[in-house]
């Protein structure tokens, strides 16, 4: 059967590179749990059957960094800590993102407390903060297809001209 023939038996479509890295970057994005206290009970939660975050492609959590593209930090940040979530961070390739999960990690939550970070966008570029004490992983799961749209609007020539915010690590006080 020639070419032709074979092609309009079997159908096809065409695309450009950039939309098909970008749509497999989308759906295979890879976290890496940085769960730090009770916020991460319900980043567990949002793997389990019930919630299945393998639907979104997201499934493969990774405990290295450099085998993942979203951080998805789920507790509260003492000063001490933050040096730890900053050179994990640090050590994931780009382009990478960040989920600030639950009251603690946005904003220091109810521990208004000297050793405790307020809002890890003091050290690290946050892409979503979500509400909650803790969020529920449906929530998670929000927030993870807000990363998704994220990256479908970003084509993958620009990643390379993203220019990060200088970063400071925090000193204890
Ligand atoms: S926001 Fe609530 S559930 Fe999450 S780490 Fe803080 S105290 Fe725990």
């Known amino acids: 059967m020639g070419l032709e023939a074979k092609l309009t038996d079997d159908g096809f479509f065409t695309?450009?590179?950039?939309?098909?890295?970008?749509?497999s970057r989308k759906y295979s994005v890879w976290p890496m749990p940085m769960g730090i206290s009770c916020c991460a009970i319900e980043m567990m939660a949002a793997g389990?059957?019930?919630y299945d975050i393998a639907r979104f492609g997201s499934e493969v959590m990774r405990f290295t960094p450099r085998q993942c593209d979203l951080m998805i930090v789920a507790g509260t940040v003492t000063?001490?800590?933050s040096h730890v979530v900053r050179k994990i961070?640090?050590?994931m390739p780009d382009?990478?993102?960040?989920?600030?999960?639950g009251a603690c990690?946005?904003?220091?939550g109810m521990y208004r407390s000297y050793n405790v970070v307020q809002g890890i966008d003091q050290f690290l570029p946050v892409d979503i903060y979500l509400a909650g004490c803790p969020p529920r992983?449906?929530?998670?799961?929000?927030?993870l297809i807000q990363i998704q749209d994220k990256i479908g609007k970003t084509r993958a020539k620009d990643f390379q001209d993203i220019k990060l915010p200088e970063l400071t690590v925090l000193q204890s006080n």
Not at 95 to 101: E, G, N, R, S
């Open 15 to 23: 695309t450009k590179l950039d939309a098909i890295i970008e749509w």
């Open 48 to 50: 389990d059957p019930k």
């Open 79 to 81: 000063y001490k800590m």
């Open 89 to 91: 961070y640090d050590q």
């Open 95 to 101: 382009p990478k993102w960040v989920i600030a999960m």
């Open 105 to 108: 990690t946005s904003s220091g």
């Open 137 to 143: 992983p449906d929530n998670l799961l929000n927030a």
